[in-house]
């Protein structure tokens, strides 16, 4: 039976209805997992250095697509639960449109400047040239994987979580077959890792423009519409908090590796690519997890039906201490096979790796509820404290921490910086959730 956004959501149906974004985001997440891998294994250290320098500009660009979803979705939810369905389309339809545009800008933006960008994350002689390869071709898809992050969240909007999940399988499953082609089989090296990225990007953001261009039985098509300025203003306030927080991610990704430069050379690099290749997989179920439960709350929010927004507030809240806690222990306990994975061939990378992902994962017992608590006021439609909780969870906290602990801990304090964030904001997120529930309703 179809989960319906008006629906009453216990345990089970919750879990059903946001399993799909889960999976979705584990399956996004693959896309410079999978790639780290064969070119960690298959092409050398060199190139995976490559890969983790720009990764984390790819993904600040990519955050635009976030911000559009999440911001929009909020707003088109709330106003199907206002019974207003073509007005939702209509916004929908505005908000995707502009997101081709602005992608298409980046794209070709990114393409031109790729070889001054990676001078300034420090890339010089063999590894420059990684780098530009590697990027000139990913900046090709940018409108693609900018798209699939939009419909990420409008997908859930409209009913089709299932559909969302069919289509980042296929994006997925593309990238990895293709990976192994292109760099074990043709010995592509880097540019074949690229390659293959962008075209499981390309499926993933074509397939659902296809999609909502045709009669569907959905929420939501695509329709002729008018620029609104101010929904567009709305939506942007609305998702900064998701715009934060992948941008700063990749700000801070990138002062990390300026950090593990200094303290531990190349090898540091390597070794936090791959901590955060294996948090790409647990972020993405807390990341699921908000983004599909948003919309529930924004429709309920707009039909003001304040004993479901209680209801989903204390299950959510249950469901994501819970993960935080299964998947701290699952971290600690499997840290060693985790990390074998990717630099198995190096025993001292091994060592270094293992060490720095078991102090890292500590974080992830606040984690999910950070990331819950920054995604539940985008869906009450309150940006200015979900980006609030973002912007000092992600960049304020984050730099502070990377910046001060390695002066009394050396390289441990790098990964210890996280756990310290993700603890500041802990009490910056339980703070508004305790002083904004009369405002809601949720408790």
Same mark, same amino acid.
């Given at each position: 039976?179809?989960?319906? %956004?008006?629906?009453?959501?216990?345990?089970?149906? %919750?879990?059903?209805?946001?399993?799909?974004?889960? &999976?979705?985001?584990?399956?996004?997440?693959?896309? +410079?997992?999978?790639?780290?891998?064969?070119?960690?294994? !298959?092409? *050398?250290?060199?190139?995976?250095?490559?890969?983790? &320098?720009?990764?984390?500009?790819?993904?600040?660009?990519?955050?635009?697509?976030?911000?559009?979803?999440?911001?929009?979705?909020?707003? /088109?939810?709330?106003?199907?639960?206002?019974?207003?369905?073509? @007005?939702?389309?209509?916004?929908?339809?505005? %908000?995707?449109?502009?997101?081709?545009?602005?992608?298409?800008?980046? +794209?070709?933006?990114?393409?031109?400047?790729?070889?001054?960008?990676?001078?300034?994350?420090?890339?010089?002689?063999? @590894?420059?040239?990684?780098?530009?390869? !590697?990027?000139?071709?990913?900046?090709?898809?940018?409108?693609?994987?900018?798209?699939? +992050?939009?419909?990420?969240?409008?997908?859930?909007?409209?009913?089709?979580?299932?559909?969302? &999940?069919?289509? +980042?399988?296929?994006?997925?499953?593309?990238?990895?077959? @293709?990976? !192994?082609?292109?760099?074990? /089989?043709?010995?592509?090296?880097?540019?074949?890792?690229?390659?293959?990225?962008?075209?499981?990007? /390309?499926?993933? *953001?074509?397939?659902?423009?296809l999609y909502f261009s045709r009669k569907n039985n959905s929420l939501l098509r695509l329709t002729r519409t008018r620029f609104d300025g101010r929904v567009l203003l709305k939506t942007c306030a609305n998702g900064a908090s998701e715009m934060v927080t992948n941008l700063s991610m990749s700000i801070v990704n990138i002062l990390y590796n300026f950090q593990l430069m200094k303290l531990a050379g190349e090898d540091g690099v390597a070794a936090y690519g791959v901590i955060m290749y294996v948090n790409f997989i647990f972020m993405a179920i807390f990341l699921g997890y908000s983004i599909g439960s948003a919309p529930i709350v924004s429709y309920h929010y707009g039909a003001q039906n304040h004993a479901e927004l209680k209801n989903l507030f204390k299950k959510s809240l249950l469901l994501v201490c819970g993960a935080g806690i299964i998947l701290t222990v699952l971290a600690e306990v499997f840290s060693g096979p985790l990390v074998g994975i990717f630099v198995s061939y190096d025993a001292g990378l091994f060592e270094m790796t293992r060490h720095g992902f078991r102090l890292y994962a500590l974080a992830f017992l606040m984690m999910g509820i950070n990331v819950w608590g920054s995604a539940f006021f985008t869906a009450l439609n309150n940006g200015a404290v979900s980006a609030a909780i973002s912007f000092l969870r992600t960049l304020v906290f984050q730099i502070a921490a990377v910046l001060v602990l390695p002066l009394l801990l050396g390289v441990s304090g790098i990964w210890l910086a996280v756990v310290v964030a993700e603890a500041l904001a802990l009490a910056v997120t339980i703070f508004f959730l305790a002083t904004k529930k009369k405002r809601y309703h949720y408790a």
């Open positions: 039976m179809r989960i319906k %956004l008006s629906d009453h959501f216990t345990y089970k149906r %919750l879990l059903r209805f946001v399993i799909s974004p889960v &999976l979705m985001m584990i399956f996004t997440s693959l896309y +410079s997992i999978v790639d780290g891998f064969f070119v960690s294994n !298959y092409v *050398g250290k060199t190139p995976f250095a490559a890969v983790n &320098l720009i990764m984390p500009v790819m993904m600040g660009i990519g955050t635009v697509g976030f911000m559009i979803g999440t911001g929009g979705s909020a707003i /088109v939810s709330k106003t199907l639960g206002e019974g207003k369905r073509e @007005l939702a389309q209509r916004y929908f339809s505005m %908000l995707v449109y502009t997101a081709i545009i602005l992608g298409g800008l980046l +794209s070709a933006a990114g393409f031109i400047f790729i070889r001054p960008i990676s001078e300034a994350l420090g890339a010089t002689g063999e @590894l420059l040239d990684h780098c530009i390869v !590697y990027g000139r071709i990913l900046f090709l898809s940018m409108t693609a994987f900018i798209l699939q +992050s939009v419909f990420h969240s409008f997908f859930i909007a409209a009913e089709k979580p299932g559909l969302s &999940l069919r289509v +980042s399988l296929a994006a997925g499953l593309t990238n990895i077959v @293709l990976d !192994y082609v292109f760099i074990a /089989v043709f010995r592509w090296g880097i540019a074949g890792a690229a390659i293959a990225t962008a075209i499981g990007e /390309v499926i993933g *953001g074509v397939v659902p423009i």
